[in-house]
């Protein structure tokens, strides 16, 4: 990562076990002072993995990326602070790692709904079929955030 400039110094790693496909989680990021990035892989099966610009003076605020990440692939995708981090399970069992170079800090919590209709995230399940937690059901849409960014 060094040679492509980048300068992270990673402090933790996280492992996330989803045992149903069709399991979205997020989209989750950590506000300033604590954002953090995000180094995303999977272990055991596949995710289409997303990231959200929320950056409040970027003008590519609210516009997003998503990738195929697999266990077979190896693929990775580097989530920079200041963007919300959300993925779909495409297979059963499915195992995510992540590392991050930031503190988990709970009283920074926060996201952006999955299903946000200004985002268009362009879900690989139908929205009657996701599987969610009762957390990520409640989290606001993205014009509702008091102070969007990590």
């Not at 990021?29 to 892989?41: E, G, W, Y």
């Not at 590519?60 to 995708?77: D, K, S």
């Not at 981090?85 to 069992?93: F, M, N, R, S, V």
């Amino acid at each position: 990562m060094r040679d492509a400039g980048l300068d992270l110094d990673f402090i933790q790693d996280n492992q996330a076990f989803n045992a149903r496909s069709g399991t979205v989680r997020g989209l989750h990021f950590q506000k300033t002072p604590h954002a953090q990035t995000k180094l995303v892989r999977v272990l055991a099966g596949s995710v289409f993995d997303v990231a959200v610009d929320l950056r409040a003076k970027s003008p590519t605020l609210g516009q997003w990326v998503g990738a195929r990440l697999t266990a077979e692939g190896g693929e990775q995708l580097l989530i920079p602070r200041g963007f919300a981090h959300g993925y779909c399970t495409l297979e059963d069992a499915t195992m995510l790692a992540y590392k991050v170079d930031g503190d988990y800090a709970p009283q920074a919590e926060a996201g952006v709904l999955w299903n946000d209709p200004e985002l268009a995230i362009d879900w690989p399940v139908a929205a009657d079929a996701v599987i969610l937690s009762d957390k990520d059901l409640r989290l606001p849409r993205l014009r509702d955030l008091a102070a969007p960014g990590g």
